[in-house]
């Protein structure tokens, strides 16, 4: 049996130069490690969509991961605005800050984690309907320190963690007041 051929980072292993690449492509841990994209359809009015899914005491209660989030700058949320968000992820206790990068009532919000081990960015985009509001959630996430070794499995929990909430959201908005 033949040993695998040693390898640095940027290298082909059957080669002895630099692996074919993009040389303005930054290295892979610049870049999402994972990224998905949920879409839902919810009979509500967009601006009922949009107070009900960017507001941080209203997380918990459509995101089953999420046990707290609370807007830790004054109130009301803008751009620039800090949120705490303590999650339990694969059974393990996590707290994250956001700041909200981008808010657009009722079109869009953007935040970007500031804190955590794993960056991530999140988006929601709510378009109108004839039926009321379709509302597309994207999450871009680079796991970091030991997360990195679980990549996989959290990367493989993500979609139907987001898809739950939001299926939960669209009920919530649904049938309540």
Known sequence: MV????TRPGVHPLSSGPAPCDADRPYRQEQPVFALEERVDVARDPHDVFAFLTSPE???EWDRSVVSET?????PVKVGSTVRTRMRVMGRDVAFEWRVTELDPPHAMG???VSGTMPTT??????A???GCRVIARI???PGGMLRMVEPVVAEAAPSTLAAGLARARILLETGP
């Open 140 to 142: 871009h996430a680079e």
């Open 3 to 6: 040993p695998a051929p040693r």
């Open 71 to 75: 807007l830790v700058s004054p109130a």
């Open 58 to 60: 209203h997380r918990p």
């Open 122 to 127: 999140l988006r929601f985009a709510f378009e």
């Open 111 to 113: 935040a970007r984690s």
């Open 129 to 131: 309907t004839d039926a």
